[in-house]
């Protein structure tokens, strides 16, 4: 195709536009800072709607629900809790957010007190759960946890043990049947469920990715690693650095993400950049705004220090800004040859993590009689582009004239990604002006 390109001549009736990056962009779907809301199943589903819609926030796309079902430990998940769920994740699609689902016994720091004691019940609602989650994949970002534990962390638990985990995720695994991204706690967790494969170099999880609700709360991140750094066996905790170089590798296919805290302990060893550093190296793509105060308040006094538009602006808004995916049109070119048009775009991926969900281009050519001509594009969309990574895109154009715009949408849901380009138009990106 560079042969093709260079054959032809660089059409100069296509006028360019000044592309440039922009520090504020609207926010994005599938990724970046996510509120929390939690529901007990068996609940009052207008009043949980009526209290979300008063605190909820415009600017944010993600939120993480957490679903409570210990008024059903003793016995089956019912019909009626079941509609409760469903209800409230309509709720969410139609204010238009991206949902985390977590399914646990417990959204108040009591696991073993409001699970159930018999292992068999555990395993009937996971299969339920399972089921419900594989019927609504459509609402459903990425599915979190196994239900056991504190918070529904897989820990604090007497269902905890790798046995019991390999049971229940054997379960959610059938019944998800890949239609969801899901996640478990810690790394350790995932390579036990997966097991340890002949080569460590050609691991694959899948669709399995991780949530870290410990992140940087100390140097070991609360215990997801080992402090030692001695043993990299196949099912213990390996040190911070080997761990985040698996994580990382797992990010290429799975969502990566959780909630960050102000530790002491972290704060007393690393330096303030080290958070930056941490979150792009293990591509994170989502994280609670809400969980530690503290953290977030110390992120928004430290400024970054860097060459370009980003310096002295606070960490908070740069990790926001990053988190996920962040593209921006680097350059666009038309070429001529008799009477074919090519025109080639240069999108580069600024954030810390890919777009994991599919994705469609189209060029939008908005003519100066007010005709409009959309164009698909006959490549793969923006998914699967890794941070820093650059991705042509080329598209064959009819000879109009006027405006030419980039639009990117999410595949199954149709929502607008918007560019970190100025200028951003409900058509897209202007990419300039054919005459």
Not at 32 to 47: P, Q
Not at 231 to 237: E, F, G, L, Q, R
Not at 379 to 400: C, H, R, S, T, Y
Request: net charge negative; proline share 3%.
């Amino acid at each position: 195709m560079i042969k093709l390109l260079k054959s032809k001549i660089r059409y100069r009736a296509f006028r360019r536009a000044a592309l440039t990056e922009d520090t504020e962009i609207p926010a994005n779907p599938l990724r970046g800072w996510f509120d929390l809301y939690a529901f007990e199943l068996d609940g009052d589903t207008e009043k949980f709607k009526s209290e979300a819609k008063e605190r909820m926030d415009k600017d944010t796309c993600l939120i993480l629900l957490l679903a409570d079902i210990s008024a059903y430990k003793d016995g089956d998940i019912t019909d009626e809790a079941l509609f409760n769920l469903e209800q409230i994740i309509s709720f969410f699609r139609e204010n238009n957010k991206d949902i985390i689902l977590r399914v646990t016994y417990d959204h108040a720091g009591k696991g073993m007190e409001r699970e159930p004691f018999s292992f068999d019940i555990v395993k009937r609602h996971a299969e339920v759960i399972a089921g419900f989650v594989r019927d609504h994949h459509r609402d459903i970002f990425l599915y979190q946890g196994l239900l056991i534990g504190k918070w529904g962390e897989m820990h604090t638990s007497r269902f905890s043990s790798l046995e019991k985990l390999c049971e229940l995720h054997e379960i959610f695994e059938k019944g998800i049947q890949n239609s969801v991204y899901t996640a478990v706690r810690k790394p350790v967790i995932l390579r036990g469920l997966k097991g340890e494969p002949d080569n460590r170099d050609s691991f694959d999880s899948g669709t399995l990715g991780i949530f870290n609700d410990g992140m940087f709360g100390s140097d070991t991140d609360l215990g997801t690693y080992d402090s030692s750094g001695k043993d990299c066996s196949w099912n213990k905790p390996w040190d911070r650095q080997n761990e985040h170089k698996f994580t990382a590798g797992i990010a290429a296919k799975a969502p990566i993400g959780g909630e960050a805290l102000f530790g002491e302990g972290f704060v007393s060893t690393h330096a303030s950049k080290d958070y930056i550093d941490e979150l792009s190296l293990q591509h994170i793509t989502y994280l609670n705004r809400h969980h530690d105060i503290k953290l977030i308040n110390y992120w928004k006094k430290i400024k970054v220090i860097c060459k370009g538009i980003w310096n002295g602006r606070s960490y908070f808004d740069y990790i926001g800004a990053h988190l996920g995916y962040r593209f921006f049109v680097k350059n666009a070119e038309m070429y001529r040859k008799n009477d074919e048009y090519l025109l080639k775009i240069m999108v580069e991926n600024q954030g810390f993590a890919p777009l994991y969900n599919k994705s469609d281009l189209y060029v939008i050519a908005k003519e100066d009689d007010g005709n409009i001509k959309r164009i698909c594009a006959k490549a793969p969309g923006l998914n699967g582009i890794m941070p820093d990574e650059q991705k042509e895109i080329i598209f064959d154009i009819p000879k109009v004239k006027g405006e030419i715009y980039l639009y990117a949408c999410l595949t199954d849901s149709g929502k607008t990604i918007f560019f970190s380009n100025q200028g951003m138009h409900a058509e897209g990106v202007l990419l300039g002006n054919m005459t």
